[in-house]
């Protein structure tokens, strides 16, 4: 069975740009969470996305947003890209988010903002 | 917001020696889940705990979920040296039944050969 992917794997933006994150959940998997990894915060819960509604949002500003497609993929996007935006980005897929909360998480997408 | 206090930070042993870390919270928790990440990778899933007292093993690895459920510890015996790299706890709180997990800051562990 194919683990959780994510494309790209690496990107290199300029302040103000915008960018889009892709995450291709296990096979199965409805439920899809997003967290930021950077060294001075740890592991930040971002949002999390079940038959494409969003059913939780973490503490961050307006300019992070996502969606779920009806075959579960998921996207995240940022707007007007800050240099403290440079992050690793991880989505993590679980098979039924009220009864098993096992989350498996991807390679993460390591965003750069120059 | 809710934090997971990890412990300790850090760690360097010796081949052969036993690890013990935790994770302690003032809030109750629902799910303790232990992760391993290496440079350049997300976390691996190690462990997962559901019950308070729950005592489960992986391999090497053996994982309690605290009997007040505001904590959760993992021991590696025997420690080799793949078992290098940053060991994470993560947890649901208590009554959320959604995917938002809570993380520890880590504790990074070197095995010296």
């Known amino acids: 069975k194919a683990g959780v992917t994510q494309t790209p794997r690496y990107l290199i933006k300029t302040r103000g740009q915008q960018v889009t994150l892709s995450c291709s959940p296990i096979?199965?998997?409805?439920?899809v969470s997003w967290y930021q990894q950077t060294p001075g915060q740890g592991l930040q819960f971002l949002f999390e996305y079940f038959s494409e509604t969003q059913r939780n949002k973490g503490n961050f500003p307006g300019r992070f947003s996502g969606r779920q497609f009806s075959n579960s993929r998921s996207e995240m996007n940022v707007s007007t890209l800050e240099l403290g935006d440079s992050a690793l980005y991880l989505c993590?897929?679980?098979?039924?988010?009220?009864?098993?909360?096992?989350?498996?998480f991807g390679p993460g997408t390591r965003l750069t903002v120059l | 917001g809710q934090q997971l206090n990890q412990s300790p930070q850090s760690m360097f042993i010796q081949e052969g020696e036993d690890v013990s870390m935790n994770c302690t919270s003032s809030s109750i928790f629902n799910t303790w889940l232990w992760y391993k990440q290496d440079p350049g990778e997300g976390p691996v899933l190690l462990i997962a705990l559901y019950k308070a007292g729950e005592l489960t093993s992986n391999g090497r690895l053996t994982a309690q979920f605290g009997i007040t459920r505001k904590d959760s510890f993992l021991n590696i015996s025997a420690s080799i040296p793949s078992d290098v790299g940053i060991y994470f706890c993560a947890g649901q709180l208590f009554p959320s039944n959604t995917g938002k997990l809570i993380f520890g800051q880590g504790t990074t562990l070197q095995v010296k050969p």
């Open positions: 096979s199965g998997h409805r439920s």
């Open positions: 993590a897929s679980s098979l039924d988010r009220i009864t098993n909360n096992e989350q498996f």
